[in-house]
């Protein structure tokens, strides 16, 4: 249903989702330390982040998500039926 939110915890959903919308996993420069990358972020290239995020690969993104106990909130398609870039990383256990 267009607008309608969905949450999961599924690498592939969520690395099928970021990357069907030129999406590439990142985090929060100001936010790393020697072995954390920071805080997680996509990375939306072209939507003025860039300077703020460091790119990171697959591997330790999805680390810090497992880590963090994180669950990726996000919608397919906006009200009108237009492809969706809402997201929001959230605690697992909100997901009750």
Same mark, same amino acid.
């Given at each position: 249903m267009a607008g +309608? %939110?969905? #949450?999961t915890t599924n690498h592939a959903e969520i690395r099928?989702?970021?990357e069907s919308r030129g999406g590439r996993p $990142? $985090? #929060?420069k100001a936010t790393a330390g020697k072995d954390d990358p920071g805080?997680?972020?996509v990375n939306f290239p072209g939507y003025g982040a860039? $300077? %703020?995020l460091e790119e990171i690969d697959w591997e330790e993104f999805f680390h810090k998500f +497992?880590? &963090?106990q994180l669950a990726f909130?996000?919608?397919e398609q906006?009200? &009108?039926g237009d492809t969706s870039r809402f997201f929001k990383f959230v605690k697992r256990e909100r997901m009750h």
């Open positions: +309608e %939110s969905h #949450v099928r989702w970021m $990142a $985090a #929060v805080i997680l972020r860039e $300077a %703020s +497992e880590e &963090s909130l996000y919608q906006t009200k &009108s």
